[in-house]
């Protein structure tokens, strides 16, 4: 199973833009890369899910570079509701482990006003 | 429409008692999810269903974990003679086929207490 690194803790403010940036150096090729939001008292929340390149939604946009080893979430101009804990998740590519995959602790974002 | 539900969503329970945990997934999706979450701790893999069986039972911590699935529906997981140690948040999660590129919706959760 291709394990995560992200930044245990990131702090901002109101208006900013966030990149939180996770390493998966075993990320094998049929891996897709998942990021969840996870508020106090509720289940995480699926955010935006990627490949390769870039991928954009309404949220966010999740930038990967060629060699996959890392990704980057990126969350434009944010609020104090985005204030919560983010899993940035890696498959193991055989398509049926998902839930396997390994959540870690997170990196917990605060967002000051 | 509707997503994952989770009952109870507390649960006080004294050490040595049996506890079962209910998850009513979203309509039509094949693959059920339970997963635990100790406070302030990122979320530990338990049991995964497709359909009504359970390929993967490794996260199960002990013998006294149990899960079931019917109807590719409801599922529910027992804890038997629960401990101190299993005080925690057990999340349900469902998606609509067993895929990487499938995202996991996920319940609130019941937080279980062992006194």
């Known amino acids: 199973l291709a394990k995560t690194t992200q930044p245990i803790s990131m702090d901002s403010y109101e208006g900013q833009e966030v990149n939180i940036t996770c390493s998966h150096n075993?990320?094998?090729?049929?891996?897709?890369i998942t990021w969840y939001q996870q508020f106090p008292s509720q289940g995480p929340r699926f955010i935006i899910q990627?490949?390769?390149t870039k991928v954009t939604n309404e949220v966010a946009s999740l930038f990967i570079p060629a060699d996959r080893k890392s990704s980057t979430l990126s969350l434009p101009r944010v609020s104090l509701s985005d204030t919560a804990v983010y899993y940035c998740l890696v498959g193991d590519g055989r398509g049926s482990t998902l839930g396997r995959l390994y959540f870690g602790r997170g990196t917990q974002l605060t967002v000051w006003p | 429409g509707a997503g994952v539900s989770q009952s109870p969503s507390n649960k006080v329970t004294e050490k040595g008692k049996d506890v079962e945990l209910r998850c009513d997934p979203i309509s039509g999706h094949t693959a059920l999810y339970w997963y635990r979450q100790r406070l302030g701790q990122g979320l530990e893999f338990l049991i995964y269903f497709q359909g009504n069986s359970a390929p993967d039972k490794s996260g199960l911590p002990s013998d006294r974990f149990s899960a079931e699935r019917t109807g590719e529906s409801v599922s529910t997981l027992t804890i038997q003679r629960t401990q101190q140690e299993d005080s925690a948040v057990y999340l349900c999660?469902?998606?609509?086929?067993?895929?990487?590129?499938?995202?996991?919706?996920f319940g609130n959760g019941t937080r279980l207490t062992v006194t």
């Open positions: 990627g490949y390769k």
């Open positions: 999660a469902s998606s609509l086929t067993p895929t990487d590129n499938s995202p996991l919706h």
């Open positions: 075993n990320i094998a090729t049929n891996d897709y």
